[in-house]
C-alpha cells in the first residue's frame, strides 16, 4: 500500500491525537492574517499599509519570541507555556476587533510574541513519539497538514469576514485558540523520547556547541525556502491581477497547495530522499521559468505545479535536520529557531519581490523569488563546507 507508512506513523500511540490537535490549532492560526487584514480595512477603514504594519508587528513578535518560547518549553515543560500563550492569544484575537487602530497596532507585537507556538511543538511531539527511521513519515505528514491548513483557514476566515462580519472572525479566532489551548494542555503530548526522560539532570550545552555551521545552514535554507513560497505567492498575485484574473487567485493557491500536498505524500513514503539543501535548489529553479507566463490563469497554475511538488518535502527535510542536529535539551529551541528563520524568510520574501515588481513587470516577481532563494542556498552550502567544531560536545549532550 502506497500509504501504509503513513498508516503505521498514526497507529504509535499518542500520534492521532498529536496530529488532531496540531491540525485544529493551526486553523485559527492560518486565518489571522488575512482576516486582520479584512478588518482593519473594512471595519477600521484604514488602508492595505496600515494592516501591513499589524501584520507586520504580529509576525516580527512572533520571530522574536519563539526560540525563548522554546527554552522555556526545555526548561519547565509544556503547560505552562500552553498556559501563558492560550490565555494571551484567545484575549488578544476576542479583543481584537474592539480596540481602535492604535491600540491594536500597540498591541500586536507582544501578542504575536506570545501566541500559541503550535508548529514548534508539533514538531516536538513528532520528534518524541515518533522512532528516528519513522520520522521522515512523520514529518512529511507534518508538513502535509500546514498545507491543508493554509487551504482552509484563510477561506474560513474570509468566509466568516465577509458573510458576518469580521469581529464574528476575529472573535472565533480567539476563542479556537482558547479550546485548542485548553485540549493541548490537558493532553500534554511528550516532547522528550522515553531515553531522555531517563537522563539524570542532563546538562544543557552552551549554544555554540550546537548552534554550529551546519545548523545555521539549515535555518539559512529554511529562510530562503519561506523566501521563494511568499515571493511566489505575491508574483502569482500580481500577474492575475495584470491579466484581469485576479478572482482566480483563490483557485491558483489551492492548485499550488494540493501540488505541495502531494509532493509531501511522496516524500513521505520514500526510504530515501534528496537533502533539504537540494530539495531548496530545486524550488528556486523551478520558480523561475513561471516568469514566462503572463495568463491564463490556468496556465500559470499548471507552471507553478513543479516547484510546488518540492515545497512540503523542503520544509520536511528542514524539521528533519534541525531534529537530528539539536541536543534532545535544547530541541524546543532549536524548533524556535527553525520558526523564526521561516518567518524572516516570509519577512523579506515580501519587500524584495514586491520592490523587483514596482520596477519591472510582475513576472520578474519569479525570477526575483527564485534567484533570491539560490542565494540562500549558496549561503547555506558554503557554511556546510566549513569545519564542524564541538562535535564532542554535541555529542556528549546527546
Avoid at 96 to 121: D, R
Amino acid at each position: 500500500m502506497p500509504l501504509r507508512p503513513y498508516l503505521d506513523v498514526l497507529r504509535i500511540p499518542g500520534m492521532p491525537a498529536s496530529v488532531l490537535l496540531a491540525a485544529l490549532a493551526r486553523l485559527p492560526m492560518t486565518a489571522t492574517g488575512i482576516t486582520l487584514t479584512l478588518h482593519v480595512v473594512s471595519g477600521l477603514g484604514r488602508g492595505y499599509g496600515a494592516a501591513g504594519l499589524v501584520g507586520t508587528a504580529t509576525t516580527a513578535g512572533t520571530a522574536l519570541a519563539a526560540p525563548l518560547l522554546g527554552r522555556t518549553i526545555d526548561r519547565h515543560g509544556l503547560r505552562p507555556v500552553v498556559a501563558a500563550c492560550g490565555l494571551v492569544s484567545a484575549l488578544f484575537w476576542v479583543a481584537a476587533p474592539h480596540l481602535p487602530y492604535p491600540l491594536l497596532l500597540a498591541a500586536a507585537l507582544p501578542a504575536g510574541a506570545l501566541m500559541l507556538p503550535v508548529s514548534p511543538i508539533a514538531r516536538q511531539v513528532v520528534t518524541a513519539l515518533v522512532p528516528p527511521a519513522q520520522r521522515r513519515t512523520a514529518f512529511s505528514l507534518d508538513s502535509i497538514m500546514v498545507e491543508a491548513a493554509f487551504m482552509t483557514g484563510p477561506a474560513l476566515g474570509i468566509f466568516v469576514s465577509t458573510q458576518v462580519s469580521s469581529t464574528a472572525a476575529l472573535t472565533g479566532i480567539g476563542v479556537a485558540f482558547g479550546l485548542c489551548s485548553a485540549a493541548l494542555y490537558a493532553v500534554n503530548p511528550p516532547i522528550r523520547t522515553a531515553d531522555e526522560l531517563g537522563m539524570r539532570d542532563p546538562v544543557r550545552p552552551p549554544i555554540r556547541s550546537w548552534l554550529d555551521s551546519r545548523m545555521l545552514a539549515t535555518l539559512l535554507v529554511a529562510m530562503g525556502a519561506l523566501f521563494v513560497l511568499v515571493g511566489m505567492e505575491l508574483a502569482a498575485l500580481a500577474v492575475l491581477r495584470t491579466s484581469g484574473e485576479v478572482s482566480w487567485t483563490g483557485v491558483v493557491i489551492a492548485v499550488m497547495c494540493l501540488a505541495s500536498l502531494l509532493g509531501g505524500v511522496v516524500h513521505g513514503t520514500a526510504s530515501r530522499s534528496a537533502s533539504q539543501l537540494t530539495l531548496m535548489v530545486a524550488l528556486a529553479v523551478l520558480t523561475i521559468p513561471a516568469a514566462v507566463v503572463a495568463g491564463p490563469w490556468w496556465l500559470l497554475a499548471l507552471v507553478l505545479v513543479p516547484a510546488n511538488l518540492v515545497c512540503a518535502p523542503t520544509l520536511a527535510a528542514t524539521t528533519e535536520a534541525v531534529s537530528h542536529l539539536a541536543p534532545p535539551v535544547v530541541r524546543g529551541e532549536a524548533m524556535g529557531l527553525q520558526d523564526s528563520a521561516t518567518r524572516l524568510g516570509l519577512a523579506l520574501g515580501s519587500p524584495v519581490v514586491g520592490f523587483v515588481m514596482d520596477h519591472a513587470s510582475p513576472g520578474w516577481g519569479f525570477v526575483a523569488a527564485g534567484l533570491g532563494g539560490l542565494v540562500f542556498a549558496a549561503a547555506g552550502w558554503a557554511l556546510r563546507r566549513r569545519p564542524v567544531r564541538h562535535r564532542v560536545a554535541v555529542a556528549e549532550a546527546g
